[in-house]
């Protein structure tokens, strides 16, 4: 059974940072593209960041370039989004998801709140 389990949400103040991790079970996790998706309240989920499993190449929203980063870690089956110069409208739950061509997982998400 696939798990992918988000933490490291939280309130923060505007300017702050955040690192939210995903740990994945159940999946190679080596053999995923992982992502981070947000969706913010009456808004559709949209694409934050990528990171590729092979060569670990990123792509990432042009809402964050320059002030989030995604890595991963192959031996703990983690992927990871430091977040800094957050701002509130950064505000959303924030998802990862295991990525293949005929194939994906979500995780449920984990709160990020950035006040004013």
């Known amino acids: 059974q696939v798990h992918l389990v988000e933490s490291g949400g939280g309130l923060v103040q505007a300017g702050g940072s955040l690192r939210l991790s995903c740990a994945a079970s159940?999946?190679?996790?080596?053999?995923?593209?992982m992502g981070w998706y947000r969706q913010a309240p009456g808004k559709e989920r949209e694409f934050v960041a990528l990171?590729?499993?092979?060569?670990?190449?990123?792509t990432y929203a042009d809402s964050v370039q320059g002030r989030f980063t995604i890595a991963r870690d192959n031996a703990k089956n983690t992927v990871y989004l430091q977040m800094n110069s957050l701002k509130p409208e950064d505000t959303a739950i924030y998802f990862c998801?295991?990525?293949?061509?005929?194939?994906?997982?979500w995780g449920q998400g984990t709160q990020v709140t950035v006040s004013s």
């Open positions: 159940g999946i190679t996790f080596s053999t995923y593209d």
């Open positions: 998801r295991a990525i293949q061509p005929l194939q994906y997982f």
């Open positions: 990171i590729r499993w092979r060569g670990g190449s990123t």
